[in-house]
Structure formats: C-alpha cells, structure tokens
C-alpha cells in the first residue's frame, strides 16, 4: 500500500484503541487500506502532503479521517481546524472519534466543520460493534468527494 | 406528548417519500421523521416560521435528510442558508439524491455538507441505505448540544 492509495486516515495515540479499530475494520472486510498517525503533526504532515509524505498527491485524499482529540504534539481540533480550513482538504469526511465527553469539545469540534462526532465506548464490544458501523457508513453508503473538491475555491462560471 | 421529530426528510417526489418512510417503519425512528416537498417548507421548518412558528431553534432534528432538486427552493441553497446561520449550521445534513452531477457532490462538500448518499435505483438498496443512514446518524452520531447552536 502505498500513502496515495489509503481508504482511512486512523489518527491514534493509544495503541489498545489503534488495535481494536484495526481489528474491527478488518474483521468486517471494510477496509485494509487503512494508515496510523499517532499524533496529530503526522497527521497534517500527511493530510497535507509534506515532510515524509511529500509524495503523497492532494489528488488522492482518504475517504475518512478518524480524529482522536487528545493528541501529542498538535490536538486534534487544531488537526480539525487545519483541515476545514483549506481548499485542498476541506472537503475530506473527518469523524471525530473519542472518548472525551466534554461539550466544549463537541461543541467545538461541530463548529470547525466535523462531518460527524463519535464517543468511544468503554465496552469492548461496543467499541467493535460502532467501528464496524461506523466504517460501513463511510466506506459504502458516504459518496466521497470526487477530485474536483480538492482544487482550489470557487469554479468558474459563477454560482450555482 | 407528541413524539420529537429527529428526521427531517425533504423530498418532492412522492414515490421517493413512500419508500423512505416504509425502509423507516418497523424501527424505532418510523414515526419521528417530518416531510417537506420543497426547500421553501424546509427553511420554514429549519427557521421556525411560517407555518412552523411554534418550533424551537432548541429542538432542531438530529438529521435533514435533503433531495438537491426541489421545487421553489433548491437543496444546494437550503444548506447553504443552513450553514450560514448560527441557529442552525451545526444540524447534520445528508444529502439523499439521485444526482450524479459531480458539481453537485463538489459544491454539496464545499458548502459543508455532512455526508453525500446517492439514492440507489434498487428496491431493496434504497431501503437498506435509509436504514443505514438513520441508524448511523440517530444511533452512532452523537448530535450536536443546544450550546453549539447559540453562536460562537
């Protein structure tokens, strides 16, 4: 696999979560191209095509980000904010997934633009049975952004 | 008392409306959905006028699930009326159409849409996409809190 065929773009710090989501994924044949960032520098470093992803195109953005939001060196509503606020990964789905239970944080993380915001469960089989639905809802029944999002603001021939 | 409405479904095509509510009867969430026929009535339920003046801006749905091509108003202006609003720009909306039009998927995710679904031709696609959808953003969503709809 390489970075330009990733399908999720996992952004986890904590190696237990980062298992049990791989697994979950995986058990369910929902996606193997799945790629793990562990703190959120990584994280733009790779949405936004730059240090050891400078390989990687803004052609071929993942067709789902799951954001933890406690994350080492650049938390994840910063990774949030960076995101939805640029032209060339504005249109990416990003779902917030954590176990934080604040509302500033939900608040926050609707405002910034997420596309959708989960709460981790503390069960195990919970936590499988939502990643499961979580990837279905994504990876087939979500129509990702085509290409033609990633280019810059506005087309030409004025609103629609 | 009556039962919240979680969905909001605008669709102007009444076969469209049939097997969106018949894929939701039998769960949970059969009876709390609202349908509109065109993107006027949706702003008016979304705004809480009109007809819909005793709605609260306080108990918005958790999902629209919205038709592009509507009569009077057309969907791609309704969220973009949505999103502009404070009272109403965090409220998940989902795309439900059978456009193919890339412009359309373009502008719906520029325009901050949540989600894109494409309405499949099949009977029993349609249904289980509904269901699906329903599940994911009533179920597996946690919806946005009454703070995040009083600015910033």
């Not at chain 1, 279905?136 to 085509?146: A, G, S």
Request: glycine share 8%.
């Amino acid at each position: 696999m390489t970075p330009n065929e990733v399908e999720i773009l996992l952004v986890e710090d904590n190696p237990a979560d980062v298992e049990l989501t791989l697994h979950s994924l995986r058990a369910h044949n929902l996606s193997n191209r799945i790629y793990v960032v562990r703190d959120g520098e990584e994280a733009l470093d790779f949405l936004f095509c730059r240090g050891a992803f400078g390989g990687r195109s803004f052609d071929h953005p993942p067709k789902l980000v799951l954001l933890d939001l406690k994350l080492p060196k650049v938390d994840g509503i910063e990774v949030l904010r960076a995101v939805k606020s640029d032209s060339r990964t504005k249109a990416i789905p990003v779902v917030i997934l954590t176990s934080s239970k604040e509302e500033k944080d939900l608040v926050n993380g609707y405002h910034l633009g997420a596309n959708s915001y989960i709460q981790k469960p503390v069960d195990f089989d919970q936590f499988r049975e939502i990643v499961k639905q979580l990837g279905l809802y994504w990876l087939v029944v979500n129509e990702p952004p085509p290409n033609g999002a990633f280019s810059g603001p506005g087309r030409s021939g004025g609103k629609r | 008392m009556k039962e919240e409405q979680e969905i909001l479904l605008v669709e102007d095509n009444s076969g469209d409306v049939e097997l969106t509510l018949h894929a939701l009867r039998g769960s949970d969430f059969g009876r709390r959905v609202h349908v509109v026929g065109d993107g006027e009535a949706a702003l008016d339920f979304l705004f809480c006028r009109g007809p819909y003046s005793s709605r609260s801006f306080e108990r918005p749905p958790k999902l629209v699930l919205l038709d592009l091509k509507l009569p009077k108003v057309d969907g791609l202006e309704v969220l973009r009326q949505i999103r502009t609003d404070p009272r109403t720009k965090t409220i998940p909306v989902v795309a439900f159409t059978s456009s193919q039009a890339e412009g359309d998927v373009i502008e719906g995710y520029r325009l901050g849409i949540n989600s894109y679904i494409y309405k499949p031709t099949d009977f029993g696609d349609f249904r289980e996409m509904v269901k699906q959808a329903a599940q994911y953003w009533l179920q597996i969503n946690q919806p946005p809190p009454l703070a995040a709809f009083r600015g910033q």
